[in-house]
């Protein structure tokens, strides 16, 4: 299985809502990251989890929030968030981040988000 | 720094003609060079990589191969098919930052049938 899904497909959220994006992969990786894509943009790194620790946060804002429950699961939790940030927000895993050799990221299909 | 620059799109072939996206790329040391693959409404697919110079990456019929001299990985298919159509990009990793991908600014892909 080297499967990476996201859930919701789709999400439409008004700005001072409070909304999750959940990413799941069941095969064994230790890092999981979350990506913001622009249209006709390629995705740009937000956030690097290495064994459930928060190891990259690319400057970004605080309404924006991540969590690693467990090496399986990848959260988003978004508060208070502008027009601006409404992009395809994608998830990845990789086996590990301290390894050249496992470095090959999966990314999961995306959460397309509409901040109206 | 460390870059990739990609050919700008959108490229518009017939189906069965020869594809070629180049892709240069600005790097210190020995990085490792991936093309990835984005179909309409999807996430980003790993199509082929490349870990050191002259290694030849392949899937799908598509190639690529890492040119040090040059510094160039530039893709190729020998004839497209339309379920080709889509947005590639070009990448890079550097060793001592394995979990950064740097992307190309991606290529619009589209096959006539």
């Known amino acids: 299985d080297t499967e990476v899904t996201q859930t919701p497909k789709h999400l439409v959220m008004g700005m001072t809502n409070k909304k999750s994006l959940k990413c799941e992969q069941h095969m064994g990786h230790r890092a999981m990251y979350w990506y913001k894509q622009k249209a006709k943009k390629p995705p740009e790194l937000m956030f690097v989890?290495?064994?459930?620790?928060?190891?990259i946060n690319e400057s970004v804002p605080s309404r924006f929030s991540p969590e690693c429950p467990n090496s399986s699961l990848l959260n988003l939790h978004l508060h208070a968030l502008q027009p601006e940030d409404s992009a395809l927000y994608l998830c990845a895993s990789s086996q590990d981040i301290r390894d050249r050799a496992s470095y090959e990221q999966y990314f999961g299909p995306g959460t397309r988000l509409t901040v109206t | 720094g460390n870059s990739v620059t990609q050919m700008e799109g959108p490229v518009t072939l017939s189906e069965e003609a020869f594809l070629t996206i180049n892709c240069t790329y600005t790097?210190?040391?020995?990085?490792?060079l991936f093309w990835y693959v984005q179909y309409p409404g999807e996430g980003l697919q790993l199509l082929l990589k490349?870990?050191?110079?002259?290694d030849k990456g392949s899937n799908k019929g598509f190639e690529a191969t890492y040119r040090k001299e040059t510094t160039s990985f530039h893709l190729e298919k020998g004839s497209v098919q339309v379920s080709d159509s889509a947005v590639y990009f070009c990448?890079?990793?550097?060793?001592?930052?394995?979990?950064?991908?740097?992307f190309g600014s991606g290529t619009r892909l589209s096959i006539r049938p």
């Open positions: 490349a870990t050191k110079a002259d």
């Open positions: 790097a210190t040391g020995y990085p490792s």
């Open positions: 990448a890079l990793t550097r060793y001592s930052s394995a979990s950064k991908i740097i």
């Open positions: 989890y290495s064994y459930e620790k928060l190891s």
